[in-house]
């Protein structure tokens, strides 16, 4: 069973956040790299780069696939899992940890509240496995 | 559909995906890990989904004669082919193994096309007044061995100590199994045609002696470092025997023999195909997928089939490219044009 931790938020799209301060870390939850299988490839973002909610900010390639990863927050990236360049295998392995993708310096003071909480994530998840 | 192995399958933990009308496991947990598995160890593969059609000696012969680009006749008693059955335009119907048995032929053929070729078979059957020649043994189950250790473990498991000698694209009976020296992975090893309960007892007994089993994901990782066509993808029935690299499939020898297919595409002999599958490698990152166009300096092509090649942990490929194509190229990749080169297959060579 995917694993869903309480104190993250998710996207519909299957990215979670993780908000210390204005900080937010952003990575692909348990359920999407279950479905996705053995990730090869993970292309982030620049250092920098400019980020809007819900934009076209990385991509994620598997065996199976390459999906678009969308960012749950507006900012800039502040800094990016080299990492994974290396050792893309640890989204799969720990994606709520080492597995992380990027870190958005916010500029809004809110999370949207489309974002979901774990509860209501599971229950997504489980509505797209049926 | 599901294999009588299925619920061995759900206990090890297998994902499944639907394929041809069959839910298959497509990973027990990671294709990677299966498919170095496979590359380094061995690794053992549910293909029951595959169809067996058994063709009596007489008329089966004459009958294969006309269906098949080679030449069953001049098969030996234990051995057996690669073989192609073309349309009348000389376009690729399946391609299948073809064995030679004490008494008569056995085919294996591809899951995704075994209604179309019963049908085919059956047809071609009637025209020659050799009606019920030939039988689908839907009942039977193919267990594919492969791996470094694959004979090894086999011939232990099954007391078949000649296993080691048997040559390749030869089989034996053995008892409540035939076991043949092929497959589709680059790999040595064998696969095992049973009943369901000798099927059953094989696979327990394989993965309780630590051989991996295997999904259709690296089935098809495997299979394209290989260089091997996937029957579908990278041939079809618009496409013929030149164009796909298994024209050596074709024995031309006996000029008499009218196999469906043979006047379209002898001229070919001399004139050649106007396109080409080759193999690409992506010399840099990007996973070239079926579909994806192919720009070279002969003009466009297309991917048949891609992959991440956890070998050479590259993206790999076949693709349809213009005859006079070499060379570097580029793979238009999510629009993005990713260099790649052609190469010379198989992309990965058996370890000796």
């Known amino acids: ?130 | 559909m599901r294999t009588p192995l299925s619920n061995l399958h759900v206990e090890a933990g297998a994902r499944f995906i639907e394929f041809a009308g069959w839910e298959m496991p497509v990973h027990y947990g990671s294709q990677l890990e299966e498919h170095h598995a496979v590359r380094n160890n061995s690794g053992c593969f549910d293909v029951s989904h595959m169809a067996v059609v058994d063709i009596d000696q007489h008329p089966g012969e004459q009958l294969l004669r006309r269906l098949l680009v080679c030449d069953v006749s001049r098969l030996n008693i234990g051995h057996a082919a690669y073989a192609l059955m073309l349309n009348e335009r000389g376009g690729i119907v399946d391609d299948l193994i073809a064995y030679r048995r004490e008494k008569g032929y056995r085919l294996v053929i591809n899951a995704g096309t075994t209604q179309k070729d019963l049908d085919w078979i059956a047809r071609h059957a009637k025209e020659q007044h050799s009606i019920g020649v030939a039988r689908h043994r839907a009942e039977l189950c193919i267990i594919a061995v492969q791996g470094p250790q694959a004979i090894e473990i086999t011939s232990t498991l099954l007391g078949l100590q000649g296993l080691k000698e048997l040559e390749s694209f030869s089989f034996v009976e053995h008892e409540r199994y035939f076991v043949s020296r092929t497959g589709y992975t680059g790999e040595d090893g064998v696969e095992i045609i049973s009943s369901s309960e000798a099927a059953l007892d094989l696979w327990s007994r394989l993965t309780a002696n630590g051989v991996q089993p295997v999904g259709l994901g690296a089935r098809d990782s495997l299979r394209l470092e290989a260089g091997l066509n996937l029957y579908g993808h990278d041939m079809k029935e618009d496409t013929n025997p030149f164009e796909c690299r298994v024209a050596w499939t074709i024995d031309w020898g006996d000029r008499d023999r009218g196999f469906i297919g043979r006047s379209a595409i002898e001229p070919l002999r001399k004139e050649g195909a106007a396109t080409k599958l080759v193999g690409l490698k992506l010399t840099e990152r990007g996973i070239p997928r079926e579909g994806f166009s192919v720009r070279t300096e002969a003009g466009t092509g297309v991917v048949t089939s891609g992959t991440f090649s956890p070998t050479l942990k590259q993206g790999i490929a076949l693709a349809r490219v213009p005859v006079s194509a070499r060379g570097e190229c580029h793979v238009e990749v999510r629009r993005k044009p990713i260099p790649a080169k052609i190469t010379r297959l198989p992309f990965v060579h058996k370890r000796n």
């Open chain 1, 1 to 130: 069973m995917p694993d869903f931790p309480p104190d993250l938020r998710y996207a519909r799209t299957h990215e979670w956040v993780r908000v210390e301060g204005t900080r937010a870390t952003v990575g692909i939850s348990d359920y999407a790299q279950t479905q996705l299988g053995d990730v090869v490839y993970v292309e982030l973002p620049e250092i920098g780069t400019h980020v809007e909610f819900e934009s076209e900010i990385a991509v994620v390639e598997s065996v199976k696939a390459a999906s678009d990863i969308y960012a749950p927050v507006t900012g800039e990236i502040v800094d990016t899992n080299d990492e994974l360049d290396s050792a893309p295998e640890t989204v799969n392995a720990d994606p709520y940890g080492d597995g992380w993708f990027f870190v958005v310096e916010m500029s809004d003071d809110e999370l949207s509240s489309d974002l979901l909480t774990a509860e209501a994530y599971e229950v997504l998840c489980q509505e797209e496995g049926e």
